[in-house]
């Protein structure tokens, strides 16, 4: 079972008591944008086989939205951090870089 910690809150929590929000640092399109971009926004995702940046909200519990950093293999979880930033911390690209040397944040997510 996945379990995350609310960087809010602080309460580590199993997955029946959050909400998945999908791909994390899109970059959304509003009105005036083409149509390419918009469908690229609303269906074309990463979906990668390893190290992914993901929204998660905590609705059992606090309620706010944050961004956690797994790897969708082995589900290990490297950190969660803040919604409200532009990419994750330093210290949690290092612990991915630890067991992933040649990662990259993902464009968008820095």
């Not at 390893?50 to 961004?67: N, Q, T």
């Not at 951090?81 to 990259?104: L, M, N, S």
Request: proline fraction near 8%; glycine fraction near 10%.
């Amino acid at each position: 079972m996945l379990t995350l910690t609310c960087p809010y809150c602080g309460v580590a929590a199993c997955e029946t008591e959050l909400a998945p929000g999908g791909e994390a640092h899109l970059e959304r399109f509003g009105p005036g944008s083409s149509d390419a971009d918009f469908e690229a926004y609303l269906f074309l995702r990463q979906n990668p086989h390893g190290v992914h940046i993901e929204r998660w909200r905590h609705a059992m519990g606090c309620g706010k939205w944050f961004h956690a950093v797994r790897d969708t293999v082995t589900m290990e979880v490297f950190g969660t951090y803040p919604a409200q930033t532009y990419g994750p911390p330093e210290e949690i690209v290092a612990k991915v870089r630890e067991r992933h040397p040649d990662w990259q944040v993902p464009e968008g997510g820095a």
